[in-house]
């Protein structure tokens, strides 16, 4: 079945970095747009960054511009996002999050998968 | 930057009931617009996309409506599994924004 699973969160100080993972598995991989979506404890949810299917082209949410990077191994179905200088307010529930239907573009649609989530809390 | 706004934030009903959640957008995104539940602890699930086209698997009292900046959410008899928060989602641009969540609980 059509799975995503996430790992490496953890607790990590202000000012350090982190790296989460996510395996993707029971679809085309390569054939669609990852995205990494965040939630704060007791708060909304957030969409942080994407991937699109060849990972050449990727966008990020103003909050984590410059400080995240989102990459993609397509010969591993693995989706990482890369976090620097974390701020006590990048602290959420990470989720991973296929589009619903393959795109060989920039293509935009909705979540039809989403992993279980790893916590991320950043804190001195 | 695009902003998506819920209403209510938070809505009391019974078993039953017919319940209606409204989403803004603060430009046109003419139908690209998704509607997700979760309950705590999980995460989020797909019920609705392009505004009105029910996911497969989810139950026909959800449906969706609207185009252009306004959309509602409809259950059209509140069941016990449906207590929940729903969020609104639009993907006409890159950045997903999503609404602030409307928390249905027991009345």
């Known amino acids: 079945q059509v799975q995503l699973v996430e790992s490496g969160g953890g607790v990590v100080r202000p000012g350090r970095s982190l790296r989460l993972s996510c395996a993707a598995s029971?679809?085309?991989?390569?054939?669609?747009?990852m995205h990494w979506v965040r939630q704060a404890p007791g708060k909304g949810l957030e969409w942080v960054a994407v991937?699109?299917?060849?990972?050449?082209?990727?966008y990020f949410a103003d909050s984590v511009k410059g400080r995240f990077t989102i990459s993609r191994d397509n010969s591993k179905n693995m989706l990482y996002l890369q976090m620097n200088s974390l701020r006590a307010d990048d602290t959420a529930v990470y989720y991973c999050a296929k589009d619903r239907t393959p795109c060989g573009g920039d293509c935009y649609d909705a979540f039809d998968v989403w992993g279980q989530g790893t916590v991320v809390t950043v804190s001195s | 930057d695009m902003q998506m706004t819920q209403s209510p934030s938070t809505l009391s009903a019974s078993v039953g009931d017919r319940v209606t959640i409204t989403c803004r957008a603060s430009q046109s995104i003419s139908n690209w617009l998704a509607w997700y539940q979760q309950k705590p602890g999980k995460a989020p699930k797909l019920l609705i996309y392009k505004a009105s086209t029910l996911e497969s698997g989810v139950p026909s009292r959800f449906s969706g409506s609207g185009s252009g900046t306004e959309f509602t959410l409809t259950i059209s008899s509140l069941q016990p599994d449906d207590f929940a928060t729903y969020y609104c989602q639009q993907y006409n641009t890159y950045s997903r924004t999503f609404g602030q969540g409307t928390k249905v609980d027991i009345k």
């Open positions: 991937t699109l299917y060849d990972g050449t082209t990727k």
């Open positions: 029971g679809f085309i991989f390569t054939s669609y747009g």
